[in-house]
């Protein structure tokens, strides 16, 4: 799970950066690169997070 | 009687009639149309030479009014026997501009470096009294330690390809930039020049004032990242972590925005605007050290005692806030360093737009104030001190990135937005993502490091000229509300790749560094409070703490 959401942090990144060469248009990119800021959020406070607060302190 | 009253309103409007012609600027003689231009006047070596000295009298007699102090006597002479020649006042005014501009960005950097003292004490006065020694231990030396990394490596990394400073003296040593190809354009990636200030003719006096500016800026990155992993993290993990962030993470993406990389190319390459536009490091500095510190603030867990089991926080209390506010206040001192100096000039290129730029800073620290304590009056009831001081913090990290592009207008909105941001991402941080942050990093410094560079994509006016373009685009930096909104996704793409590469390279190089080293202290330690157990001395060992202190 930490590492799926590793990934998909990454992974929203690295569309951000693919829309460089998808597409030309300014709001076609805006688009992508705003995907791309959510996948990455998505990686961290849905996935990477949850999986550290499985095995958190106050749960002992 | 009305007949005396209009005589009178007559005279005085005669009266200032006549006193407006007096105070009127005569006109200006215009050449006749179709003239020719004045010749313009050469000036000889023979005409140095005969400039005037002040007399040996005058001078004999001490300069109580500074008139004839600094005249042709100080000129400097390259050749004693030839004289005073018309290229050495040349050359005099090039190394006057260039000194101007030393001293300009060594002074500003000074001020950055006493920053550290303010973290120091913000971070120490929000954190218990029994991890003060640590607390300001981990402030202490993330100097050391972080300079130690950027010397050997991490300069090189960020700044080794930048290419020709003008406004320090065109050196040309720093021009070996790594790139790639990619969608057919160069993706310069990192710095290759400059390792140990040594390598490749980097043994240069230009070079030092970079580094010594761009130095403190790392450690201010580096810094952000012990308060949220405050009062639970292993004194050596803390070393080793500081030491690969100051080698690598910051340098990396400091490369990519203001060493010559691809994402200040966005505007050159793709049209993005002016590319990336950072103008002192909202995301090089604050965001960095905000995602660092929010994913070892992940991987290292809560505090003791700050969640209950069914998951609600406590409020764990520092012990002395006369240390925060007082911390506060150095931080925005020091942070006219961090944002005028950014022009790295004080003379040409547009440069003298340091005024602007640091009234801005100051407005946007006191807007950030306002908001955070106006929104926790009417949330809570009391305008709570310490989320004040943190408003302040705040203002000053959003108006980072857009100081040297927007008007006073915006800079009071972008401090004002900060400020009640900082507020609702401490909330979020803390009850909805059950982070541990014990003195607001991840929100002060994160949160509204990437708020910061938005607000350039949205706000900058496009009055702003560094010697005629920035980023190699021709023009001003000019945001979406004023007509360019291809620079806001180039600022968005900045925030993807601090979100989703700088976090992620940050997560991994801990969770290596908790492999090897361990990040988290034992549980015992931590009770006990870590001063003793890390640092083998108390912060106060005269005081006697409270029970339920040492006990939280």
């Known amino acids: ?60 | 009687m009305k007949i005396t009253i209009t005589r009178r309103i007559l005279l005085l409007t005669a009266a200032l009639l006549i006193a407006s012609l007096g105070w009127a600027q005569p006109p200006q003689p215009t050449p006749a149309p179709g003239a020719p231009p004045a010749a313009p006047v050469m000036l000889t070596d023979q005409d140095v030479k005969n400039a005037p000295p002040p007399a040996a009298e005058a001078r004999a007699k001490g300069d109580p009014d500074g008139g004839l102090t600094g005249t042709v006597t100080d000129v400097v002479q390259a050749d004693s026997k030839k004289g005073l020649t018309l290229a050495d006042v040349i050359n005099q005014a090039g190394q006057n501009r260039v000194a101007i501009n030393f001293v300009w960005t060594l002074i500003t950097g000074f001020l950055v470096m006493f920053m550290q003292a303010g973290f120091a004490l913000v971070e120490t006065g929000l954190c218990r009294a029994k991890n003060a020694n640590h607390t300001m231990m981990m402030n202490f030396m993330v100097y050391g330690t972080g300079l130690l990394a950027y010397w050997l490596i991490g300069f090189a990394v960020q700044m080794g390809g930048v290419g020709a400073l003008g406004t320090l003296g065109n050196t040309p040593v720093l021009n070996g930039e790594f790139a790639i190809k990619l969608f057919g354009k160069d993706f310069g990636l990192w710095g290759q020049n400059g390792l140990f200030l040594m390598h490749k003719g980097t043994y240069d006096v230009a070079v030092m004032v970079l580094f010594l500016f761009q130095m403190v800026f790392m450690d201010t990155a580096l810094t952000i990242v012990t308060g949220t992993a405050a009062e639970r993290w292993k004194f050596a993990a803390f070393v080793v972590s500081s030491f690969l962030m100051g080698a690598f993470t910051y340098p990396l993406f400091a490369n990519w925005a203001w060493g010559g990389g691809w994402t200040a190319a966005l505007g050159a390459n793709f049209g993005l605007g002016h590319g990336y536009c950072d103008f002192a490091g909202s995301g090089v500095v604050h965001a960095v050290g905000g995602m660092t510190a929010l994913a070892l603030g992940i991987l290292i867990g809560p505090r003791i005692g700050k969640y209950d089991r069914s998951g609600k926080s406590n409020a764990i209390l520092g012990h002395d806030i006369v240390l925060v506010l007082t911390g506060c206040f150095i931080l925005a001192f020091g942070w006219f360093g961090f944002n005028p100096g950014s022009t790295l000039a004080a003379s040409g290129n547009g440069a003298l737009r340091i005024g602007s730029v640091a009234v801005n800073t100051m407005l946007a620290g006191m807007a950030g104030s306002f908001g955070a304590m106006l929104y926790m009056w009417l949330r809570y009831g009391k305008p709570d001190a310490s989320m004040t001081g943190n408003g302040l913090l705040a203002g000053l990290v959003a108006i980072t990135a857009p100081s040297g592009f927007v008007n006073p207008v915006a800079s009071v909105i972008i401090g004002v937005i900060a400020g009640v941001l900082v507020c609702l991402s401490v909330e979020f941080v803390e009850r909805v993502m059950k982070v541990d942050d014990p003195v607001g990093a991840i929100s002060v410094h994160g949160a509204n490091g990437l708020w910061g560079v938005i607000s350039v994509g949205l706000f900058a006016d496009g009055k702003s000229n560094y010697g005629g373009s920035w980023n190699g685009v021709n023009g001003s930096v000019t945001g979406l509300f004023y007509g360019d909104a291809g620079q806001l996704v180039a600022q968005l793409i900045g925030v993807c790749t601090l979100v989703g590469f700088v976090f992620t390279f940050s997560f991994v190089i801990n969770m290596i560094v908790d492999a090897v080293v361990g990040q988290r202290v034992a549980a015992k330690a931590e009770l006990e409070g870590l001063d003793l157990p890390e640092m083998g001395a108390l912060g106060y060992p005269e005081f006697k703490l409270k029970a339920s202190s040492a006990r939280a």
Do not use: D, E, H
């Open chain 1, 1 to 60: 799970m930490a590492i799926a959401g590793l990934f998909v942090t990454l992974l929203g990144f690295l569309i951000a950066v693919a829309s460089l060469g998808m597409m030309s248009s300014v709001g076609g990119r805006m688009v992508i690169v705003i995907i791309g800021l959510i996948v990455s959020l998505v990686g961290i406070i849905g996935l990477l997070n949850p999986a550290y607060q499985k095995n958190a302190i106050w749960k002992k």
